[in-house]
């Protein structure tokens, strides 16, 4: 039984996202793993041929998920691989340095921090959100949040679409970045084009930081 109290709003929208998937699946049969306890965790010695939904107070993926990952949680933290898209609502989202997402990646919740390696796209949305120093982004990064933050040693390797209060770029993106931004800070390499929007920020409001 679930006493994670985790909102029905947040799993009604992983049940969609999971709906979805299946529907775009071709015709045959097709199943999932539910893990659904106080703490969802899976070790690192198990392999899951199948697609996950998991969900729990504190979720933790170590292992290797061979299908869709959908995660709920107040703490998603993911350092395993996934061989496909991985789904996750959380207040806070760790993809430490040791994750490999082979698929795109979708989060949404009020801290992210990203540090692995995510061979397609990441659409986020957040409060805040971080590209650590070991992030790689195979694709395209699409996000907003009112603090955006890539840090030196990150990879953006196609283009960034970013919307927020603030974003500081220590990074670097392989091609363009597009931006609206209140403050905006380029520490980081862009490749080609950088386009943005830019506004004048109020005084009684932070400015970086």
Same mark, same amino acid.
């Given at each position: ?8 709003? +947040? ?32 070790? /690192? ?25 959908? /995660? ?44 692995? &390696? ?14 650590? +120093? ?5 694709? &395209?990064?699409?996000?907003? /949040? ?28 392989? =091609? ?6 209140? /403050? ?7 490749? =080609? ?8 920020? +109020? ?7």
């Amino acid at each position: 039984m679930n006493k994670c109290g985790f909102s029905k709003s +947040k799993k009604t929208l992983l049940f969609v996202c999971l709906l979805l998937v299946l529907l775009l699946v071709p015709s045959g049969t097709v199943a999932a793993v539910y893990i659904d306890d106080d703490d969802g965790v899976i070790k /690192a010695s198990e392999v899951i041929d199948d697609d996950v939904f998991i969900d729990g107070q504190n979720v933790v993926v170590d292992g290797t998920v061979n299908g869709v990952l959908f /995660a709920a949680g107040t703490t998603v933290t993911i350092n395993g691989t996934v061989n496909n898209d991985v789904f996750i609502v959380g207040e806070t989202i760790k993809i430490a340095k040791e994750a490999e997402i082979s698929g795109n990646l979708y989060t949404g919740g009020r801290s992210i921090f990203f540090d692995g &390696n995510v061979e397609g796209s990441i659409f986020s949305g957040a409060s805040d959100i971080t590209l650590n +120093k070991n992030a790689v982004v195979g694709r &395209n990064f699409y996000v907003g /949040a009112y603090s955006i933050k890539t840090d030196p040693g990150s990879l953006i390797s196609i283009d960034l679409n970013a919307g927020g209060y603030q974003i500081v770029l220590g990074g670097e993106v392989k =091609r363009d970045a597009f931006t609206a931004s209140e /403050a905006l800070e380029i520490n980081g390499k862009v490749g =080609r084009n950088v386009t943005s929007d830019v506004g004048i920020p +109020k005084l009684e409001e932070p400015f970086m930081g």
